[in-house]
T-cell receptor
Framework: GQQVMQIPQYQHVQEGEDFTTYCNSS?????IQWYKQRPGGHPVFLIQ?????EVKKQKRLTFQFGEAKKNSSLHITATQTTDVGTYFC????????????FGKGTHLIIQP | KAGVTQTPRYLIKTRGQQVTLSCSPI?????VSWYQQTPGQGLQFLFE???????NKGNFPGRFSGRQFSNSRSEMNVSTLELGDSALYLC?????????????FGPGTRLTVT
């Protein structure tokens, strides 16, 4: 079955440093979604990427979808304490299957 | 617009018992998916319902079942509880079925099996 690997599992950064999490799929994806889960909270939708090579920005967050549509990344510039949480990617391989396969997430820990 | 609601928020059950969890999607959303979240396995897809029909099912044993009502509200049931079923159970709704649609998660039900 489809597998989505996400690295790193944990990332410690100093406030103000950049952060990147990477997502790799065993199969070509029709789309990929990113979610953020704050400690004690539930996943919150951030963005969806659909096109090969697509790049989208949300303020300090930059999302990329690989040319082969098998990998994606989320980059945060100049992290702030409000960025703390776990970032998940979730992919769908299409072909009529509607289920999303989630990566295990990257826990972002920020030291002030 | 109210978000996804789940009841109860916390639950403690004993091994061998059964449990029913409830989810009310965002008004107008017709698709409801259920996920199990544990520290070890992460977020795992259980099943999705749309228009009272199960559309997709994850790799979970038959002890896990669900249903959806005509008002889109959904329930999931776990029978013969095992210790390993302790987890956060999340419900997510989207306007239509289909992976292209973003999901809105509820706060979850924290199930502890003793």
């Amino acid at each position: 079955g489809q597998q989505v690997m996400q690295i790193p599992q944990y990332q410690h950064v100093q406030e103000g440093e950049d952060f990147t999490t990477y997502c790799n799929s065993s199969t070509t994806l029709s789309n990929i979604q990113w979610y953020k889960q704050r400690p004690g909270g539930h996943p919150v939708f951030l963005i969806q990427l659909v096109k090969s090579g697509e790049v989208k920005k949300q303020k300090r967050l930059t999302f990329q979808f690989g040319e082969a549509k098998k990998n994606s990344s989320l980059h945060i510039t100049a992290t702030q304490t409000t960025d703390v949480g776990t970032y998940f990617c979730a992919g769908n391989s299409g072909g009529g299957a509607d289920g999303l396969t989630f990566g295990k997430g990257t826990h972002l820990i920020i030291q002030p | 617009k109210a978000g996804v609601t789940q009841t109860p928020r916390y639950l403690i059950k004993t091994r061998g018992q059964q449990v029913t969890l409830s989810c009310s999607p965002i008004s107008g959303h017709r698709s409801v998916s259920w996920y199990q979240q544990t520290p070890g396995q992460g977020l795992q897809f259980l099943f999705e319902y749309f228009s009272e029909t199960q559309r997709n099912k994850g790799n979970f044993p038959g002890r896990f079942s669900g249903r959806q009502f005509s008002n889109s509200r959904s329930e999931m049931n776990v029978s013969t509880l095992e210790l390993g079923d302790s987890a956060l159970y999340l419900c997510a709704s989207r306007i239509l079925a289909g992976a292209a649609y973003e999901q809105y998660f509820g706060p979850g039900t924290r199930l502890t099996v003793t």
